[in-house]
T-cell receptor
């Protein structure tokens, strides 16, 4: 079965530090890749997505992610975090195959705490 | 409304009772998904609707869980004879197109279900 693994469950950084959150998936076929973010008290929001083309995708609030097909990875990066980036981050995959439902397979999430 | 609306936001009920969770998707969205998120985990797929047709219910854990979307808009997820292990956040998402597309899913605020 397809799965998504996020390497870090809880990350603590100081403001202005650089961020990289790891995400790996297990599926050999075509995938669509996403990062969702949940700020405290809010719903899941799309941060960025990859469907095709340039493997380096840019999202909102200065985030970017790189799809490395050979490594089955889609790591999230930000050069300089802010206190307002404190949130829970989820990597998710749509694995193309039978059914064509577009259901998302999520990782377990990474809680990011940014200290002012 | 502008976003996906879920009700109630919180539901506390005694073991053995039936519960119904409601999702009102973004107007015009064809696809509707239900996910369940246990504490400390990522959301897990439950079921998918394409208009009023339930095209994938592979994620429903057992026959106590059912869902409907009779007019292709509002959906209800029903859990019969609730058990403590059903306690979780239940999330609904909608998307403007069917299955695979470059249109991401938009999530509601979720319903936090607690079974005593």
């Amino acid at each position: 079965a397809q799965s998504v693994s996020q390497h870090n469950h809880h990350v603590i950084l100081s403001e202005a530090a650089s961020l990289e959150l790891g995400c790996n998936y297990s599926y050999g076929g075509t995938v669509n890749l996403f990062w969702y973010v949940q700020y405290p008290g809010q719903h899941l929001q799309l941060l960025l997505k990859y469907f095709s083309g340039d493997p380096l995708v840019k999202g909102i609030k200065g985030f970017e992610a790189e799809f490395i097909k050979s490594k089955f990875s889609f790591n999230l990066r930000k050069p300089s975090v802010q206190w307002s980036d404190t949130a829970e981050y989820f990597c998710a995959v749509i694995a193309h195959g039978s059914g064509n439902t577009g259901k998302l397979i999520f990782g377990q999430g990474t809680t990011l705490q940014v200290k002012p | 409304g502008a976003g996906v609306s879920q009700s109630p936001r919180y539901k506390v009920t005694k073991r053995g009772q039936d519960v119904a969770l409601r999702c009102d998707p973004i107007s015009g969205h064809v696809s509707l998904y239900w996910y369940r998120q246990a504490l400390g985990q990522g959301p897990e797929f439950l079921t998918y609707f394409n208009y009023e047709a339930q095209q994938d219910k592979s994620g429903l854990p057992n026959d106590r869980f059912s869902a409907e979307r009779p007019e292709g808009s509002i959906s209800t997820l029903t859990i019969q004879r609730t058990e403590q292990r059903d306690s979780a956040m239940y999330r609904c998402a909608s998307s403007p197109r069917t299955g695979y597309s470059n249109q991401p899913q938009h999530f509601g605020d979720g319903t936090r279900l607690s079974i005593l």
